[in-house]
């Protein structure tokens, strides 16, 4: 029987290349998404992925979409913890809204998306927690003192859930992509992109579908002993 994952902001980016990588793996997937109903919409009709709308920084909407992806698919085996946002601002200038913000969906939004699952994954004796950080959760980034934050905050969650799940056979990891080819990154001026390639030594940005072979990995039965890792996928920008 088919094993069930969920992957929050799945529709999109980075996201719907995962979403579509463990699909191709087997899984049932649930891909969430926040607001854009049109392309959640285009995203179904292309892959069959079903997608599920809900904000991931409220406890109660996750509680409730997840319950309702578990009674559709089933028991959800494999997460990732892959929805985010930015506010990018320089610190002084930075709001008590745009930091909350930031937080609230980064940070809080992986503990409401693992924590209504992790109660099903210990009484199964197995999951797969895998939660998408960034490289400026680990360098730290200009005018993204909110965003890194929640990143390396991130890494802390995989590292203690990776402890306390070990012996009921979960394993949490985490992915720190670097810059990659997303409509975001793609949307700014070239110059300013040409900047951003010329820092990564591997001379161009990742792809969606490499961050997605790296979390079909640690999905995977064969990534049974790697736990409270981080795997860098930035074409040696940055080493931990």
Same mark, same amino acid.
């Given at each position: 029987?088919?094993? $069930?994952?969920?992957?929050?902001?799945?529709?999109?980016?980075?996201?719907?290349?995962?979403?579509?990588?463990? /699909?191709?793996?087997?899984?049932?997937?649930?891909?969430?998404?926040?607001?854009?109903?049109?392309?959640? /919409?285009?995203?179904?009709?292309?892959?069959?992925?079903?997608?599920?709308?809900?904000?991931?920084?409220?406890?109660?909407?996750?509680?409730?979409?997840?319950?309702?992806?578990?009674?559709?698919?089933?028991?959800?085996?494999?997460?990732?913890?892959?929805?985010?946002? $930015? *506010?990018?601002? #320089?610190?002084?200038?930075?709001?008590?809204?745009?930091?909350?913000?930031?937080?609230?969906?980064?940070? $809080?939004?992986?503990?409401?998306?693992?924590?209504?699952?992790?109660?099903?994954?210990?009484?199964?004796?197995?999951?797969?927690?895998?939660?998408?950080?960034?490289?400026?959760?680990? /360098?730290?980034?200009?005018?993204?003192?909110?965003?890194a934050a929640t990143k390396a905050g991130d890494l802390g969650i995989v590292k203690s859930l990776a402890q306390e799940g070990a012996r009921a056979g979960?394993?949490?990891?985490?992915?720190? #992509?670097?810059?990659?080819?997303?409509?975001?990154?793609?949307?700014?001026?070239? /110059?300013? *992109?040409?900047?951003?390639?010329?820092?990564?030594?591997a001379g161009r940005l990742g792809e969606p579908e490499e961050i997605a072979r790296c979390v079909s990995f640690l999905a995977s039965d064969d990534a049974?002993?790697?736990?409270?890792?981080?795997?860098?996928?930035?074409?040696?920008?940055?080493?931990?």
């Open positions: 029987m088919a094993r $069930t994952a969920l992957v929050t902001g799945g529709s999109r980016g980075i996201g719907a290349a995962i979403s579509k990588r463990l /699909k191709e793996d087997g899984y049932n997937v649930a891909a969430t998404y926040a607001g854009n109903d049109e392309a959640a /919409k285009a995203f179904t009709e292309e892959t069959g992925i079903k997608t599920y709308k809900w904000n991931v920084a409220d406890y109660d909407e996750s509680t409730a979409g997840i319950a309702r992806v578990e009674e559709e698919l089933g028991p959800i085996e494999v997460v990732v913890a892959n929805a985010g946002i $930015t *506010r990018d601002v #320089p610190f002084h200038k930075m709001t008590p809204e745009q930091w909350h913000e930031v937080i609230d969906t980064n940070l $809080t939004g992986v503990f409401n998306t693992v924590r209504p699952i992790w109660p099903g994954m210990r009484e199964r004796k197995f999951g797969r927690v895998i939660v998408i950080s960034s490289i400026n959760g680990q /360098k730290g980034q200009f005018a993204q003192v909110n965003y979960i394993t949490a990891n985490a992915i720190c #992509p670097g810059y990659i080819a997303t409509e975001m990154v793609m949307a700014v001026p070239e /110059k300013v *992109r040409e900047s951003i390639i010329a820092q990564i030594p049974g002993f790697v736990n409270g890792s981080t795997i860098s996928a930035n074409g040696a920008q940055f080493f931990v």
